[in-house]
């Protein structure tokens, strides 16, 4: 089993930045990818980003591609995202994931869920 907890989420003006971190315990070794997901009102969860434990390969989705950044502390067992140039439709609830592999943004890959953290972009 592998416990995720997120933090970091909040309320920032358009154009600014947040940093989420997801810690993982338990059995972190038989985690491989790690992933970001996020789900606004109405909508569907949608795959942010993802990195391998290992390193080497990181995947993001076009509407964040060169504005966030996803990167594994191994040391730490943390997941952190760095989100930048913020956007309002980046409005939504963040989920961490965590699995063994497969596709990055087919949410059914992963295991392992975190609770979530908000975050809201407005004007």
């Known amino acids: 089993q592998v416990q995720l907890v997120e933090s970091g989420g909040g309320s920032v003006q358009i154009g600014g930045s947040l940093r989420l971190s997801c810690a993982a315990s338990?059995?972190?070794?038989?985690?491989?990818?790690m992933a970001w997901f996020r789900q606004a009102p109405g909508k569907e969860r949608e795959g942010v980003a993802a990195?391998?434990?290992?390193?080497?390969?990181?995947y993001y989705g076009d509407s964040v591609k060169g504005r966030f950044t996803i990167y594994v502390d191994n040391a730490k067992n943390t997941l952190y995202l760095q989100m930048n140039s913020l956007k309002p439709e980046d409005t939504a609830m963040y989920y961490c994931?965590?699995?063994?592999?497969?596709?990055?943004?087919?949410?059914?890959?992963?295991?392992?869920w975190g609770q979530g953290t908000q975050v809201t972009v407005s004007s």
């Open positions: 990195a391998y434990t290992g390193g080497g390969y990181t």
């Open positions: 338990g059995d972190t070794n038989s985690i491989h990818l």
């Open positions: 994931a965590a699995g063994y592999g497969g596709r990055w943004y087919q949410s059914s890959n992963f295991g392992f």
